[in-house]
């Protein structure tokens, strides 16, 4: 089986590798519209307009029925609408991982990092209501992020804001909130305490394209 990964830049080449460790025998197409990123400081229309363009060469294939929007912003902003309008197609988005976070914290507080898009859109409030009502959510501006880790223009010291952040506020969970962050998660990880978890979505979303999978056969 063919599956399509989208995100608006690298994230979806460092998604089908990860995923491709899980489902070795399945080849992953990769599209990403690099030409207009950042999507997280772009409008909910822009967002939309320039998803459903970007995904086009999937879309045109018969062999792909599964596409995997890796990007957190088009996800939050434009699923439903890609849903909607390509019905035959079975879409896999990634979305932070506010559940899991939540109701593994013991200190009730936990950081989001994640785009401005992300972070307005009314599906992350609406996790963020549904499953962190008891749980300080802290959602640091880390609008500059994924740019910076496109254009291989991040540095170590770029995380000292969130580093200082979850030392002073006792966080014991950080959740990666954009695809483009886990090209820094090990950065992440080495600098943080051992107390503090980062949480990432590749696991979940293997095992949702496995049920998908098997629902096709």
Known sequence: MTIGVF??????E??????????????????NDHQHLPYGDKTPAEITRLTDRAIQPLIQR?????IIIACNTATAVAIAYLRAKYPERSFIGF?????????????????VLATPATLQSAKYLALKKRFAKNVTVIEPDCSTWAAKIENGEFREE???????????????????????????????????????????????IARRLDDIMRGMC
């Open 62 to 66: 018969r062999d792909i029925k599964i």
């Open 158 to 204: 770029d995380l000292l804001p969130v580093l200082d952040l979850a030392r002073r506020e006792q966080v014991d969970k950080i959740v990666l909130g954009c695809t483009h962050y886990l090209d820094i998660e090990n950065d992440l990880r080495r600098k943080l305490p051992p107390t503090i978890a980062v949480i990432e979505p590749i696991a979940a």
């Open 7 to 12: 995100d608006s830049g690298k994230g979806g």
């Open 95 to 111: 979305e932070p991982a506010i559940k899991p976070a939540a109701s593994g914290t013991r200190a009730k507080k936990i950081i």
């Open 14 to 31: 460092i998604v089908a590798k990860r995923l491709r460790r899980f489902f070795p025998k399945t080849e992953f197409v990769v599209v």
